[in-house]
């Protein structure tokens, strides 16, 4: 198992690049094409569907060899939630979130990509993300005190 912060810094940047180079290619950077995903009706684009059917067994496969390991490769413990629990902030949270991306068409993974091309109105849902997640971090500390 390696543990060298190098490996970790460099296995981070090679996934985040393959990940925003497929969000990009996939058109989930485009918040008018997943707008037309999430709107059905007339003019409904069933496109990034295929994008999904694609993924989904792309990622059963990687989760079939890794799902037995005791540690990921270049750290010493998986950084994954445990709780299974549904709580009112997680339902809140899921909630705006899909409104968020139906009223945007911008999801945080396609945002940042977006926002590090250039594009201005990714640069202030960011921006906005950001804020919102600062919010919530003070309210969380206000609440518990």
């Known amino acids: 198992m390696f543990q060298h912060k190098h490996f970790q810094v460099i296995a981070a940047f090679s996934v985040g690049l393959i990940f925003s180079l497929g969000l990009g290619i996939s058109g989930m950077t485009q918040p008018q ?5 999430l709107q059905l009706g007339e003019g409904w684009d069933p496109s990034l569907m295929f994008v999904m059917m694609g993924a989904i067994p792309v990622h059963a496969l990687v989760y079939y060899f890794v799902r037995g390991k005791k540690t990921p490769l270049f750290d010493s413990k998986w950084h994954v939630p ?7 902030p997680l339902v809140i ?3 705006l979130f899909g409104f968020g991306w139906a009223l945007g068409g911008f999801c945080p993974g396609p945002a940042l990509t977006s926002a590090g091309a250039g ?8 921006i906005f ?17």
Do not use: D
């Open 119 to 126: 594009a201005p109105s990714a640069v202030i849902f960011v």
């Open 82 to 88: 445990t709780s299974r629990e549904i709580t009112k």
């Open 33 to 37: 094409k997943v707008i037309g995903f």
């Open 93 to 95: 949270g899921s909630a």
């Open 129 to 145: 993300m950001f804020v919102g997640m600062i919010l919530r971090r003070v309210y969380q500390r206000f609440s518990k005190s």
